[in-house]
């Protein structure tokens, strides 16, 4: 654990988000040290808590991306609500929102007027499609935004359906571009005094990850195809199934093509002209994959990776989950930590991957129930105990620590 000060210690932010892609930005900006206000809706809190699965009443992706954060439930809609968000906006250095476009400003809440009460705001909204255009008001999720942006198209077997990835890439991609923007722009309010508006679609985003794809369409005049676990321009790369699972195989250059023929004991296909170069075997892609399943499949994934590595071909043990999780690689570099969650008790989550100077950045506090800070945010924003009092006997703020 850190023994230093987190690199962000003594930021603050203002964190209007819901859902994945917001949350995961403030995620990050808060493991790293900074203070991160959450308003949530009041009575109701982030969408995200009444996601399936609960553990014992909580919505346990909420749990996940919203570690290190401070939950101060409050009614935007109330004029009260409003001012106490202005006195935070003037104390705050970063406001992350990812309303449906346009709604924060609706609210009051947007960076023309919160700049007025501190210029060197930065102030980002992430969307699902951006501040313009036909889709600007739309609804997205992680698998609308991969739908839309070409990368579900792009993924999955060649005569199959297109296919989303297994996990929430989408808004974890748009979260760390968030994260890269926010930090960026705090560099230059620091230098310059002024902040700035950041907009951010997750569409967008999810171009950018295809970014060959626009190559190829530049230069073929046609749309890349899907080539499911195998790679377009160099073979052998991808998935081969194993006696006891499946591994991971990646002949990259010719020397390598070479040690891999005789690392499986099938020297033969030196000698076969579909299999001559990389071209050939790219335009052979099939028939080479069944060639080396033919090796592959009488051998279990310990075997291949050891005997490619050792012949210096890049491959890998397609791990299950359990299997990464419980890896000697995994528990011997401080992959997880164990935390106290309100509601539930001892968990285990995944550590920050980023390390500085070797450090695993700490998890000082599991998820907080709806609006468990919010007397003492207000307290620390100068509010006296009369003042908090009545903003909760007026339905301004709450703590229904759900």
């Given at each position: 654990m850190m023994e230093k000060k987190l690199p962000l210690e003594g930021l603050k932010v203002l964190d209007f988000t819901i859902a994945l892609a917001g949350p995961f930005?403030?995620?990050?900006?808060?493991?790293m040290g900074a203070e991160v206000w959450k308003i949530e809706r009041y009575g109701g809190g982030d969408q995200c808590r009444v996601w399936d699965p609960f553990l014992n009443d909580l919505g346990t992706m909420f749990v996940s991306y919203n570690k290190n954060k401070k939950s101060v439930e409050m009614n935007l809609a109330a004029p009260e609500g409003k001012a106490v968000i202005y006195e935070m906006a003037k104390k705050a250095d970063v406001v992350i929102e990812n309303f449906k476009s346009g709604s924060i400003d609706?609210?009051?809440?947007?960076?023309?007027?919160?700049?007025?009460?501190?210029p060197k705001l930065v102030f980002i909204s992430l969307s699902g499609f951006g501040a313009s255009g036909p889709l600007m008001k739309l609804p997205c999720y992680d698998a609308i935004a991969e739908a839309r942006s070409g990368f579900a198209a792009s993924n999955g077997d060649p005569e199959g359906p297109p296919m989303k990835a297994g996990n929430c890439i989408g808004d974890t991609i748009t979260g760390l571009y968030g994260l890269n923007a926010v930090l960026m722009a705090l560099i230059n309010a620091r230098r310059t005094g002024q902040g700035c508006r950041i907009d951010m679609s997750m569409m967008d985003v999810g171009m950018q990850a295809c970014e060959e794809t626009i190559i190829d369409f530049s230069l073929h005049g046609r749309a890349q195809a899907r080539f499911g676990d195998h790679d377009r321009f160099t073979a052998p790369y991808g998935m081969f199934e194993a006696r006891d699972g499946w591994c991971v195989i990646i002949a990259d250059t010719e020397e390598r093509w070479q040690a891999l023929c005789g690392a499986l004991g099938h020297p033969e296909w030196l000698?076969?002209?579909?299999?001559?170069?990389?071209?050939?075997?790219?335009?052979?892609?099939?028939?080479l994959a069944e060639a080396v399943t033919t090796a592959t499949v009488r051998l279990r994934r310990e075997e291949i990776e050891s005997r490619l590595l050792a012949a210096d071909v890049p491959a890998s043990a397609v791990l299950s989950f359990i299997e990464a999780y419980t890896s000697g690689h995994a528990g011997q570099t401080e992959l997880t930590q164990l935390v106290e969650q309100k509601k539930i008790g001892l968990m285990r989550f995944y550590s920050n991957?980023?390390?500085?100077?070797?450090?695993?950045i700490p998890i000082r506090r599991?998820?907080?129930?709806?609006?468990?800070?919010?007397?003492?945010?207000?307290?620390?924003?100068?509010?006296?105990?009369?003042?908090?009092?009545?903003?909760?006997?007026?339905?301004?703020?709450?703590a229904s620590l759900i």
């Open positions: 930005t403030a995620w990050q900006l808060a493991d609706r609210l009051g809440l947007g960076y023309e007027k919160l700049k007025e009460l501190n000698d076969d002209p579909r299999f001559a170069d990389n071209a050939a075997r790219v335009a052979h892609r099939d028939e991957p980023i390390h500085f100077d070797g450090e695993t599991g998820a907080p129930l709806l609006g468990e800070d919010t007397t003492d945010v207000l307290r620390d924003l100068g509010y006296t105990q009369s003042e908090i009092d009545k903003l909760y006997a007026d339905g301004v703020v709450g």
